[in-house]
């Protein structure tokens, strides 16, 4: 069962490349889909950031100790 499912994941994953590599509509497609996702991830990180910024809790920053 696990290997039939592998086998059908990766006959997706390389018609999906075909189909993206021969079509400049689905190739557009996908890049704007890439931006849109990296935008919003950028958004939530923001927000992140900021709500720990608020919280007063370090951000990740590496600080010297004495």
């Known amino acids: 069962m696990e290997k039939i499912?592998?086998?059908?994941?990766?006959?997706?994953?390389?018609?999906?490349?075909l189909l993206v590599?021969?079509?400049y509509k689905a190739r557009s497609l996908v890049k704007k889909s890439q931006a849109e996702v990296m935008q919003k991830v950028n958004d939530m990180m923001d927000e992140k950031l900021a709500m720990q910024e608020q919280s007063g809790e370090p951000t990740g920053k590496s600080e010297k100790k004495k």
Not at 6 to 15: D, E, F, I
């Open 5 to 17: 499912f592998c086998l059908g994941v990766m006959l997706g994953a390389v018609g999906g490349a």
């Open 21 to 23: 590599a021969n079509s």
